[in-house]
């Protein structure tokens, strides 16, 4: 029977867990054996009870049940516990499946020594956007929290009312809410001001969310300037971003002038987050008003804290989502159920790199690094070493014997042999490497013939 581990998050601040009650309880009927570190769910409420009730083990000793566990369920990813002095990535099972968020391009040493773990890493939010993915989306369902949580935070700070009320003391008129950038934080934003009652605007750059917005009762305007194609073609590229800039944020100005609440989540093409909360916006925004800035739109944001300018309230939340814990732990580990599911076909684990979501999310494997960005950023002396330690990373030459490493001499008689590498000196695969090449295993990863049992 493969066992699934569940450790406690020990990120400062984080509150959430990797499964829940109802996932646990999903995934012994799918008829995996669950091991949970204890109080791994509390600070999302769930207890040690609640998982016991669910079938799950409680482990006091991590140490053991990472090194027995086919499959790991993190939230953030592996990482140096120093409260236990335990290295999680280095106490992985060999083949092992690590399911946690992970960013392949800013953490390039985890990504090296995943690959040296020889351990199966999925990075959930590098889930890609597409109808059969969305029940894995874990960067879509942490953010609607997160757009959620900024409107009723913004909504708690103002020293005003958000909906229109007529009484005999008179009109109290409602609050006016502006959302920069319309992802699934901002539209969950907007939905939520609509819900308390607010005259909301929406600040984006993508056209075919115009009718979503417009739908939840909130006005729709386009950050994107309208400049004739051939104008735009006679400037540089760095010229193009700076009058784009310049648009946006005169626009910005024009709608939070007027604003009680301005939420901030606005990324543009290409990634980036573009200071468009500009000082003289801020300066005519009205006294007393709110900024919540979830993408680093405001240039005096400083993360994780609460500051004054002209008079607006200027909130910098890292990660809203952890205030939500209950909700937010729920959410995720359906997400996590969902990669399951994926992976597991006909009751046994399957790496389909064919998949167009297997492809994009699996950074590692059987140690070689698959995500091309990642060993994009990566210097020549890294990949060498990642080569010669780790395995071989994809697109790489194949790990060679010292003997096949030696240069041939050349012989007149019988010509100039093939180097070594080439199809001619490359014995051929067995079927064994054939199937693992296809990233197909007759039993859960790590496990032996006592745990090929179907799941």
């Known amino acids: 029977m493969p066992v699934v581990f569940v450790p406690r998050e020990t990120e400062p601040g984080e509150t959430r867990v990797a499964a829940t ?4 309880r999903a995934l012994t009927q799918m008829g995996f054996r669950v091991v949970l570190e204890a109080d791994a769910g509390q600070g999302s409420l769930f207890s040690n009870s609640d998982y016991r009730s669910a079938g799950a083990e409680i482990s006091t000793d991590p140490r053991s049940a990472y090194w027995m566990a086919d ?8 990482a140096y516990r120093k409260e236990i002095e335990l290295d999680e990535a280095s106490q992985l099972k060999k083949g092992a499946l690590v ?23 999925f990075a959930i939010n590098q889930v890609p956007p597409m109808p059969r993915s969305q029940s894995m989306d874990a960067l879509a369902s942490q953010s609607s929290i997160r757009g959620y949580k900024a409107m009723i935070l913004a909504a708690n700070t103002l020293p005003r009312m958000m909906p229109l009320m007529m009484t005999a003391a008179g009109t109290v008129q409602p609050a006016k809410v502006v959302v920069l950038g319309l992802g699934i934080a901002g539209v969950q934003a907007v939905a939520t001001a609509r819900r308390l009652g607010a005259e909301v605007e929406g600040l984006g750059i993508h056209g075919h969310i115009r009718q979503q917005v417009e739908s939840l009762g909130a006005s729709f305007t386009s950050l994107v300037p309208k400049e ?18 310049r648009f946006q944020q005169t626009l910005t100005h024009k709608h939070a002038n007027n604003a009680d609440i301005v939420i901030a989540t ?46 607006v309230t200027v909130f910098a939340p890292v990660d809203l989502a952890r205030a939500q814990a209950c909700d937010a732990s729920h959410m995720y580990a359906n997400n996590v159920l969902a990669v399951i599911r994926h992976l597991f076909k006909n009751d046994e684990l399957t790496y389909d790199f064919l998949d167009p979501i ?19 950023k990566m210097a020549p002396s890294q990949r060498k070493r990642v080569s010669q330690q780790f395995g071989r990373p994809r697109g790489s030459s194949q790990s060679q014997s010292p003997e096949a490493k030696k240069t041939p001499t050349p012989d007149p008689k019988k010509g100039t042999p093939p180097p070594p590498g080439s199809k001619a000196n490359t014995p051929a695969p067995s079927p064994d490497e054939l199937l693992a090449q296809q990233g197909k295993l007759s039993r859960p990863p790590g496990g032996d013939k006592k745990s090929s049992s179907k799941a």
């Open 21 to 24: 009650p109802s996932s646990v």
């Open 71 to 78: 499959i790991v369920l993190k939230y953030h990813p592996p």
């Open 99 to 121: 399911i946690s968020f992970l960013w392949p391009t800013q953490d390039i040493v985890m990504v090296q020594r995943l690959a040296s773990a020889q351990v199966t890493s």
């Open 228 to 245: 004739p194609e051939a104008a735009q073609q006679r400037k540089t590229e760095a010229e193009r971003a700076a009058e784009r800039l």
């Open 266 to 311: 606005f990324v543009d093409e290409g990634g980036t987050s573009p200071h468009i909360l500009t000082e003289s916006t801020l300066q005519a925004m009205k006294q007393g008003s709110v900024v919540v800035d979830l993408a680093g739109n405001c240039p005096f944001s400083v993360p994780e804290q609460v500051t004054q300018h002209h008079g």
């Open 358 to 376: 297997t492809k994009k999310a699996v950074v590692t494997h059987q140690g070689e690094i698959l995500h091309k960005r990642a060993l994009d």
